[in-house]
């Protein structure tokens, strides 16, 4: 089966320009998650979509991050405006289920760097 | 809050040396439990999982984790490693509400 697709792989943004993030999970899951990793730290819950609806986003920087998933498929994430402490990898996953016996799958993620 | 632990943040081995990857997890609840592991160069990918059952699992490679509930443990073991086993491996959990929490990752790197 084909992967998660994410892109662009880098980008390199000067602070509070905006920046936007795309992807596309595997055929036919339902549960789609944005993450974010700063280097040296483990992946944090950012929003998580059921289907085009949102599930969690407690830990999203709401007065500058957004994420939509209009179609239930693919999905972006959207900073406006970057701040330097926003420097991280980006990682999309999807899984078939919210459910507890539903893992994650990762794409290969967005390294964002605001200079 | 719930959390996870992992207690070393940089192992270095040698080939065919045993591994031991700590991890606890902070969280009252049933709880999945996973290893995930992401190659040098590649995304990260599931390991191996707990949810029931035995709580000696297995997984890829040779890997296995054992859950001991009274200690809100869950290691990562492996009898004899490889160069290709050098890696970041993230133990996570997934409670009540669905959210898997990752801990901060152990960076392995085994010399051949």
């Known amino acids: 089966e084909a992967g998660v697709a994410q892109s662009p792989r880098y980008k390199i943004i000067e602070k509070r320009q905006s920046v936007a993030f795309w992807c596309n999970p595997i055929?036919?899951?339902?549960?789609l998650y944005w993450y974010q990793q700063i280097l040296g730290q483990g992946p944090k819950l950012l929003i998580q979509?059921?289907?085009?609806?949102?599930?969690?986003d407690s830990q999203l920087p709401k007065d500058r991050f957004s994420a939509e998933r209009l179609k239930g498929v693919d999905s972006t994430l959207k900073i406006q405006p970057a701040k330097l402490e926003d420097s991280a990898v980006y990682l999309c996953?999807?899984?078939?289920?919210?459910?507890?016996?539903?893992?994650?799958?990762f794409g290969n993620g967005t390294r964002l760097t605001v200079t | 809050a719930q959390s996870v632990s992992q207690h070393n943040h940089h192992v270095i081995l040698s080939e065919a040396a045993s591994l031991e990857l700590g991890c606890n997890y902070s969280?009252?609840?049933?709880?999945?439990l996973f290893w995930y592991v992401q190659y040098p160069g590649q995304h990260l990918q599931l390991l191996l999982k707990?949810?029931?059952?035995?709580?000696l699992v297995k997984g890829i490679k040779g890997f296995e984790a054992e859950f001991i509930k009274s200690k809100f443990s869950f290691n990562l073991r492996k009898p004899s490693v490889q160069w290709s086993d050098t890696a970041e491996y993230f133990c996570a959990f997934r409670g009540k509400g669905f959210k898997t929490i990752f801990g901060a990752g152990t960076r392995l790197f085994v010399k051949a």
């Open positions: 996953a999807s899984s078939f289920s919210r459910g507890e016996d539903s893992p994650l799958h």
């Open positions: 055929s036919g899951h339902a549960t």
């Open positions: 969280y009252g609840g049933t709880v999945n």
């Open positions: 707990y949810f029931s059952g035995d709580p």
């Open positions: 979509f059921q289907n085009n609806g949102v599930v969690d």
